[in-house]
Every structure is written in C-alpha cells, then in structure tokens.
C-alpha cells in the first residue's frame, strides 16, 4: 500500500560531530585514496578481454579485502569473473560498481593517468574505477559493516549480460541499493535513468557478380540501407524515446552482390511500455528488396529507473549533505543505463550517481576530482548507516505496479 516520506533527520541517525569526524577522516585518506585510483586506472580493463577484466577485478579483489576486511566471494560465469563481499548478517544496503571500461587495450600507451591541480585523469577513471575506490574507503571509515553486500561486475559496459541475475538476485530483500556509477554534470546524482534496448538485424540477400549478373543477385547492402532508415523513425522524441542505428557492416568483396549485412540499434525510453511498443515495430518491419530476409537478435535489456525509486533516498541524501557541510545534493534525469535500472527493476529503492564528481564518461579526457572524493565517500559512509537505521528505513517497490511498502 502507499505510503508518505518521511524526511529523516541526520542528527537522529549520527550526530553532526560523528559527520564531522567521518569527513576528517576521510580527506586524511586523500593521498591513499588517490594512490589506490592509480593503480586502478594503470590496470586497463576492456570489457571484451576476459584476461584483462579478471587482472582488475584481481586488484579490486585486494583492495576490497584490505579495506572492508572481508574476503570477497567470486562468482564464474562464462569465463567472467564478478566479486561479492558480504559484510554479516542479510543485506540491507547492496553497493553496485564494475571494473570494465570501453577503453581499449593500449589506451593507456598516448593517454597515461596523470593529475593536474585538482583532476585526475587516465582511461575509465570516471566511469567508474574512482567510484569503487570511493566505495571502499566509504567501507573502511564504518566501524560497523553489519548488513553491506557490495557486488563489482566485469561486463556492464556490454548489457551485464553474464551479471544480471546475480546483481537481481543479490538486490532482492535488501533496504536500498547504492550505485557508485560516476556522477552526472556539476555532481549530481542520478535518480532518472532510461531503459536500454539493445539489438542487432542480420540481413541475407543473395550474392552475384556485380559487373556480369548484378540483377542476379539480392543486395543486402541495398536493404539494410532501407532498413536504416526505418528503424531511425520508430523514435519518438516527445516521449523522450531515441532508436538510434549504430554499427553498419555489409559486404565481402568490391565486385559482388552483398548476401550479408548487420546493422546494431541503440533504443532508450523512460517506460517500459515505450520499450515494448518498439520491439513490437522493429521485429514487424518487412525487408523491402523482394526475397531480402531479416533476422532480428536481442531485445529489451534494462528496465526504466524512474523518480519514485529513487525519491526517498535522495531527500535521505540531500539531507545529510547539509549537515555534513557538503554542496547541496541536485539530481539528474540521464539517458545512459547502469545496473542500477536491474536493482530498480526487481523493487529495491536505488540512488544511483554517487561515485566520482567529474566528467567525460567514455570520452578522452574523462576526470575525476581529488577533493571530492573523500566528500563523496563520506556521504556514502553516512548514507549506508542512516539507510539501515528503522529512521533511515525507505520503502520497497513492488516491480510490477511500482507499489510502496514498508
């Protein structure tokens, strides 16, 4: 059944001298905060490479250990290992972070990690290595870690598609689930992100010779550019749905016929209904060239994190910002997706945004501030013990009508 907010007092939940200790202590940290970072970000980490992945996660094993105390749990799926601590008792708070980045091996070699004043920058620093650095340091600074679960993924830039259930299955019964996802514009935290859809159209034609028969043939090439076009206006722009073609491949050789095209789509919407209306249109679409076939792969993969998920959490937040002196928290509606729509999906009031304060995710030149994370860790420490006191207690979402219980 609904159920009104309540507006916590921080005070009530830890005293403003408790806040002021824990936000000491945390830029005291500042220089090992930094270091820990660095190693990090040195440790490349495309999302395609399972070596490469399993080195990081190797690191983030290390620090999570030395930090939180606990030996993480690995779970193996298809050659991919993800990492689960759990601090005692059932979970109450899950923390949610990953160690993939979109950045190539060998990114490293013309852009090294490197600090200028204030920003620190190096490939997958903002997205989202500095935000598990933040986590754990958050961790470290709680005497009492009674009812943490944190979870860090190696395939989420890829769809999470071998760490779905588990970030599910681990986010079910808990209080809250906190996403150390790297921040939106100015600091902000994310409490609106899109549902993602993700595919793929294989298209068969037939092959010829283009100089001697080309009218014997049926030019894939020539289809998917129909196709192209097409799947481009299913969007919607006033419904805040985007249907964008991305990667294109056709053809084998200059002087044949393509039998062979793919094209990859990108779809975000703010509902669900949005995401299913589009399925529906993309899979009824007809090939146009005559004996031209279409196969369709994959489908609707994130669900929508909308407002009501997010709402009591960030008042929770703001709230302790101010006490503890911080800037005042702003939220964010964001087109992008993070694991953080899969603990919404399943009912569990989620924040999402509270890693590092910087920018250009997936851009060259992404940062993060120095100075802010030990803010931002401290608001996390602060956030995880107000979150499983009965004051700082939220209400559980039923996924299916967006229900909110207690």
């Not at 930090?67 to 601590?85: I, K, M, S």
């Not at 079910?172 to 600091?187: D, H, I, T």
């Amino acid at each position: 059944m609904p159920t009104t907010r309540r507006r916590v007092d921080p005070a009530s939940v830890v005293t403003v001298t408790d806040l002021d200790a824990l936000i000491s202590g945390l830029r005291a940290s500042a220089g090992r905060m930094l270091a820990d970072v660095r190693t990090l970000v040195t440790c490349e980490s495309p999302s395609s490479d399972l070596l490469a992945t399993a080195g990081c996660a190797e690191l983030v094993a290390q620090l999570g250990r030395e930090l939180a105390g606990v030996d993480p749990q690995e779970y193996a799926v298809e050659g991919r290992r993800h990492l689960v601590w759990r601090c005692g008792g059932p979970t109450q708070v899950l923390l949610v972070g990953h160690c993939d980045t979109v950045w190539p091996a060998g990114t490293l070699e013309r852009w090294p990690f490197s600090v200028d004043g204030d920003r620190a920058t190096g490939p997958g620093i903002f997205d989202m290595k500095a935000g598990l650095v933040q986590m754990f340091h958050a961790l470290a600074a709680l005497d009492d870690r009674t009812g943490v679960t944190v979870l860090v993924t190696t395939d989420e830039e890829l769809g999470s598609p071998t760490s779905r259930a588990l970030i599910e299955a681990e986010a079910r019964g808990a209080r809250a689930a906190l996403v150390l996802e790297a921040s939106a514009p100015g600091g902000a935290l994310k409490t609106v992100r899109k549902g993602t859809s993700m595919y793929r159209l294989d298209v068969h034609g037939k092959a010829s010779h283009a100089g001697l028969e080309p009218e014997a043939g049926i030019n894939a090439t020539v289809e998917v550019a129909h196709q192209v076009l097409a799947i481009a206006a299913l969007g919607d722009p006033e419904a805040g749905t985007t249907v964008t073609p991305t990667v294109l491949r056709g053809g084998r050789t200059v002087n044949t016929v393509p039998d062979s095209a793919e094209i990859s789509v990108d779809v975000r919407a703010t509902g669900r209904a949005e995401q299913e209306r589009v399925d529906a249109a993309l899979r009824a679409l007809p090939a146009v060239l005559p004996g031209a076939r279409l196969e369709w792969d994959g489908g609707i993969n994130r669900p929508p994190l909308d407002a009501g998920s997010s709402s009591d959490l960030f008042a929770l937040a703001g709230s302790l910002a101010v006490a503890m002196g911080l800037p005042e928290l702003r939220s964010a509606a964001v087109g992008g997706a993070s694991d953080g729509n899969f603990t919404a999906g399943v009912g569990i009031p989620t924040l999402d945004g509270l890693g590092a304060v910087g920018d250009h995710a997936h851009a060259e030149g992404e940062w993060a501030s120095i100075s802010a994370m030990p803010e931002r860790a401290a608001l996390l420490a602060a956030l995880i013990d107000a979150v499983r006191s009965d004051l700082g207690a939220v209400g559980a979402r039923d996924a299916a009508d967006g229900t909110v219980t207690r």
